[in-house]
């Protein structure tokens, strides 16, 4: 388990010493170098028996990420990348928040604040359309990279986030590192169970409440909802014998109620699949018994390194699941396991100094190097 330290002392994991980065600000043309497409991510909310929700995702991506766990203080200055990759929306946080980044940046790509929000950035190819740079005002505009951030050091619940949304802007910037601006969208859960899914298409952000609590990837969450209809049948209860001429028929054994649920690994499949396993699952109490049946729930999403190539012959940058987090949503503990270490780890973010003065950050991979990034002068 990541263990934390009350004031100003960074998390630990099990195998490296804590570290603490001063990031500065999220200013100037401070980005996510997020690289080739990320299309397997998979997301969902799960009840508990007394009530609560866990959030639990999967993160893909075709090279290390090298991402670290994070402690985002009260208080701590932030800001966004605008057009042109200058600064764009400035931001004080009023929530402290834990979750992962990517190369050491201080920006999340997952992570749930100390209200109990949670959520993550998904990758949303083909789809994803950002507002004209040119038309956007700097004071409210900031990077799809920087969005979930933004949500969770300001917001306790999605209708805060809901609410407050006509008042920025996402904007088409190219991620420095990358050239090209990456595709996102965003999923939102809080501890009551409301779920929302957020997604830049043509220029605006269309807001969808998401009753079923799971997300995928393209193509939009309408079509999504409108794909469920296909697999009204499903279900985990075995289907009955039949009799065809006074011949009984029965099923080869368990799962006959799953019959024609999709196994493969394409965005409406894996959608179908999680909210089969997320409506189904009996019931725990809050905390480690819940947790673990999210982590079984994610377990079935794991994508080893050449389960999916690019093209035939390529084995480059062949996506796979580098870590999968769990967030327990009424006792703020945020688990994560990666794929060369698959125990799960946690960090109570309450047991952090919430009014710190620095980042607090513990690495997945302590022995990783992320690549040579540019941080700009405050």
């Known amino acids: 388990m990541f263990a934390a330290k009350s004031k100003r002392s960074a998390s630990a994991s099990r195998r490296s010493a804590p570290t603490a980065r001063l990031g500065a600000t999220l200013a ?104 004209d740079p040119a038309k956007a005002d700097p004071k409210t505009a900031m990077a799809p990279w920087d969005f979930l951030t933004w949500a969770l050091t300001n917001f306790a619940t999605v209708a805060e986030v809901k609410a407050a949304i006509s008042g ?18 965003y999923t939102l859960h809080d501890e009551t169970g409301a779920s929302l899914v957020i997604e830049p298409v043509g220029g605006v952000l269309k807001v969808y409440d998401n009753p079923f609590g799971v997300m995928t990837n393209a193509p939009e969450f309408s079509w999504h909802l409108t794909n469920l209809k296909n697999y009204v049948k499903i279900s985990p209860v075995n289907a009955p014998d039949i009799t065809v001429n006074g011949q009984a028929i029965s099923s080869f054994g368990q799962g006959s109620g799953l019959l024609g649920i999709p196994g493969d690994p394409t965005p409406p499949s894996r959608l179908i699949r999680a909210l089969g396993y997320a409506m189904s699952a009996e019931k725990k109490p809050s905390g480690e018994e819940s947790v673990r049946v999210a ?63 620095t980042l607090a950050t513990a690495p997945l991979k302590p022995n990783l190097t992320p690549p040579p990034l540019a941080f700009p002068k405050p």
Not at 168 to 185: E, K, L, N, R, Y
Request: glycine share 12%; charged share 15%.
């Open 168 to 185: 920025i802007s996402i904007v088409d910037v190219a991620q420095p590192q990358m050239g090209i601006t990456p595709p996102f969208h």
């Open 295 to 357: 982590e079984h729930i994610l377990n079935n999403f794991d994508i080893p390194v050449g389960f999916i190539k690019p093209e035939a012959g390529n084995t480059a940058d062949m996506e796979y699941t580098q870590w999968s987090s769990v967030a327990d949503l009424k006792n703020r503990r945020y688990y994560v396991k990666t794929y060369d270490d698959q125990v799960l780890r946690g960090v109570d973010l309450m047991s952090f100094d919430l009014d710190a003065k």
């Open 28 to 131: 100037l043309a401070l980005g996510l170098a997020f690289g080739p497409p990320a299309q397997a991510c998979t997301s969902f909310l799960l009840g508990t028996s007394d009530g609560a929700y866990v959030y639990g995702r999967t993160m893909e991506f075709g090279f290390e990420l090298a991402s670290d766990m994070m402690v985002i203080p009260r208080q701590f200055a932030l800001a966004g990348t605008g057009p042109g990759g200058k600064p764009g929306i400035e931001w004080t946080a009023k929530y402290a928040a834990v979750g992962l980044n990517a190369f050491g940046l201080p920006v999340l790509t997952d992570g749930m604040n100390e209200k109990g929000l949670a959520g993550g950035i998904l990758y949303f190819p083909d789809y994803a359309g950002y507002a």
